[in-house]
Nanobody
Framework: QLQLVESGGGLVQPGGSLRLSCTAS????????MGWYRQAPGAQRDLVAS???????DYGDSVKGRFAISMDNAKNTVYLQMNNLKPEDTAVYYC?????????????WGQGTQVTVSS
């Protein structure tokens, strides 16, 4: 059973930084891509950033230049470094992953971690 374990959320003041991490628990899981999405109350879930095992990266427009995604392929772990945080970045952040276990495609969502930007 593929599970994603997230950590790193919390409360931070505007202009501050946080680092999120997410690890895929199944050691035989071969990552195709991992990423972060966020959902504010009453809003849809939107892409924050994604990265493939080959290193291709995509960012949501609102975080370009402030957030950076990276992945440790050996650890099946994705990181999201968030700098210059703004109140509008407040949301639940969800990790997502897709790939393979053997020849079977697998995908999963994390449980979500709260990020609150407030003074």
């Amino acid at each position: 059973q593929l599970q994603l374990v997230e950590s790193g959320g919390g409360l931070v003041q505007p202009g501050g930084s946080l680092r999120l991490s997410c690890t895929a628990s199944e050691r035989f899981f071969r990552v195709n891509s991992m990423g972060w999405y966020r959902q504010a109350p009453g809003a849809q879930r939107d892409l924050v950033a994604s990265i493939t095992s080959g290193g291709s990266i995509d960012y949501g427009d609102s975080v370009k230049g402030r957030f950076a995604i990276s992945m440790d392929n050996a650890k099946n772990t994705v990181y999201l470094q968030m700098n210059n945080l703004k109140p509008e970045d407040t949301a639940v952040y969800y990790c997502a992953a897709n790939g393979f276990i053997g020849t079977l495609g697998r995908s999963a969502w994390g449980q979500g971690t709260q990020v609150t930007v407030s003074s």
